[in-house]
Nanobody, 115 residues
Framework: QVQLVQSGGGVVQAGGSLRLSCVVS????????MAWYRQAPGKQRELVAR???????DYEDSVKGRFTISRENAKNTMYLTMNNLKPDDTAVYYC?????????WGQGTQVTVSS
């Protein structure tokens, strides 16, 4: 059974940094495109960043230049490095991978940025 397990997150002051990790297990196949989403209270879940198996990246406009998505295929792990965090970045962050037409989600991790 495919599982995505997240770690990282927490509470940080504005301007600080955090790194989220997402480890994929339960499959011998590599998930091609993986992504990070976030959901703030009272808002819809939104795409933050996406990375393909070839390493092509794209970002939501508000995080460009501050967040970096990366992956280590040998470790089946994806990362989200978040710098210069702002209070508006406060949300629950989720990783997602799609394989054979199915979406697999991490359990979510809270990121809170205080002003």
């Amino acid at each position: 059974q495919v599982q995505l397990v997240q770690s990282g997150g927490g509470v940080v002051q504005a301007g600080g940094s955090l790194r989220l990790s997402c480890v994929v297990s339960g499959t011998k196949f590599r998930i091609d495109t993986m992504a990070w989403y976030r959901q703030a209270p009272g808002k819809q879940r939104e795409l933050v960043a996406r990375i393909t198996g070839a390493g092509t990246r794209d970002y939501e406009d508000s995080v460009k230049g501050r967040f970096t998505i990366s992956r280590e295929n040998a470790k089946n792990t994806m990362y989200l490095t978040m710098n210069n965090l702002k209070p508006d970045d406060t949300a629950v962050y989720y990783c997602k991978g799609r394989m054979f037409g199915n979406d697999y989600w991490g359990q979510g991790t809270q990121v809170t940025v205080s002003s």
